[in-house]
Nanobody, 123 residues
Framework: QLRLVESGGALVQPGGSLRLSCAGSGRSLDYYAIGWFRQAPGKEREGVSC????????KYADSVKGRFTISRDNAKNMVYLQMNSLKPEDTAIYYC????????????????WGQGTQVTVSS
């Protein structure tokens, strides 16, 4: 079975940068579209970005467009989310998730999830 593990979350100041990683094991990630989601306390889980199995389709939420970049290295079974110009409203637990086809933005369309990594943006 596919397992996903996120890493890279930290406490950073506004305007700072982080790179989140999503490591896959058990199956090759190149078969899957990978989405990044985030959830702040008291809020619904929301889609941040998605990349298709071979990178042909990439999507971003309007709130992160121009600041975040999703990428993947299938040879390393890794997906990344580069986060620049971070804002306090980016504070959330960030999750990566896998789906066999497409690149949807809704959490219930995804099958496998990591445990999440905490990103806190504060001065």
């Amino acid at each position: 079975q596919l397992r996903l593990v996120e890493s890279g979350g930290a406490l950073v100041q506004p305007g700072g940068s982080l790179r989140l990683s999503c490591a896959g094991s058990g199956r090759s990630l190149d078969y899957y579209a990978i989405g990044w989601f985030r959830q702040a306390p008291g809020k619904e889980r929301e889609g941040v970005s998605c990349i298709s199995g071979y990178g042909g389709t990439i999507k971003y939420a309007d709130s992160v467009k121009g600041r975040f970049t999703i990428s993947r290295d299938n040879a390393k079974n890794m997906v990344y989310l580069q986060m620049n110009s971070l804002k306090p409203e980016d504070t959330a637990i960030y999750y990566c998730a896998a789906r066999m086809a497409g690149c949807p933005s809704r959490p219930y369309d995804y099958e496998d999830w990591g445990q999440g990594t905490q990103v806190t943006v504060s001065s």
